[in-house]
């Protein structure tokens, strides 16, 4: 099966559907809130969610702390539409020239965007950008791809790319953040998504494949045991421990 491509309109329906009902999400979500909590967020202030897709993250954060402000950009209208269903506020804006003022932000969440900027230049853009609008002792919390096996190329046509941990730890120290955590995570369930990324490839004859994970919109002891391992290597990552292997890169640093 042919994942949809990024921005389009069956690209967001899938994204909402795995938001809302993947174990996957959860646990990643899980996971941030461990992660989160590493920085002693105060009780009130403002969260900007760099690509914010369908708006289920602001949803999502806005239980964990609701007396927050959240506002939610991108530059996909079917995302902000979706969003605005979920009456969150939103606004058309692209990661590489935040349509913030400096300071102004007390927590950005960016997930899943780095990996899908210019090539060449864009993710650095977009983190000074990022360093710009956040306050001092302001928190970022990054999620992106991790390079891992089979190890794939750039892709230029989607403007595609995979971080290597320490090439991820570079740009963030000189964009201006103090790296607080940063591992791999995904890794023993990450290794499902091989069989599916070889057969993409081989299919298609490139890196960038859209979204290949689907949801069967039930939820099972299957399910809960897959959320629960990925939330333990969310614990061991929060108490310091940088696992050595993984799908996904997470990231928390402080302005």
Same mark, same amino acid.
């Given at each position: ?18 938001? @809302? ?16 909590a590493?920085?002693?967020? +105060? ?6 969610? &760099? ?27 079917d %995302? ?55 306050? +001092? ?15 794939? +190329? ?7 790319h ?15 953040? @103090? ?5 791999? &995570? ?8 091989? +069989? ?6 081989r ?27 990925l939330?333990?290597? %969310?614990?061991a ?19």
């Amino acid at each position: 099966m042919k994942g949809p491509a990024i921005f389009t309109p069956e690209y967001y329906r899938h994204m909402r559907a795995l938001e @809302s009902s993947s174990w996957w999400n959860a646990g990643m979500r899980d996971v941030a809130e461990r992660l989160l909590a590493r920085g002693d967020l +105060p009780e009130t202030g403002t969260l900007v969610d &760099v690509g914010c897709g369908s708006g289920q993250t602001m949803a999502w954060f806005r239980t964990l702390r609701p007396e927050w402000k959240c506002l939610g950009l991108d530059i996909a209208l079917d %995302g902000l539409a979706a969003a605005k269903r979920l009456q969150e506020e939103v606004a058309a804006g692209s990661a590489l020239d935040l349509p913030l003022s400096d300071n102004s932000a007390d927590l950005l969440i960016t997930l899943d965007v780095l990996q899908h900027l210019p090539l060449g230049g864009g993710d650095n853009r977009a983190l000074s950008e990022m360093n710009r609008v956040l306050r +001092p002792g302001g928190h970022l919390f990054v999620r992106t791809n991790a390079q891992a096996f089979p190890s794939t +190329p750039d892709d230029a046509e989607y403007d595609f790319h995979k971080f290597e941990p320490e090439e991820l730890r570079l740009k963030l120290t000189d964009a201006g953040f @103090s790296v607080l955590r940063l591992s791999r &995570v995904n890794a023993l369930l990450g290794l499902a998504e091989i +069989p599916r990324e070889l057969r993409a490839l081989r299919r298609e004859g490139r890196t960038y494949h859209g979204i290949l994970s689907t949801t069967s919109g039930r939820k099972g002891l299957t399910d809960d045991v897959k959320r629960r391992w990925l939330g333990l290597e %969310g614990r061991a990552v929060a108490r310091g421990l940088r696992l050595p292997f993984g799908r996904t890169l997470l990231a928390v640093c402080r302005r």
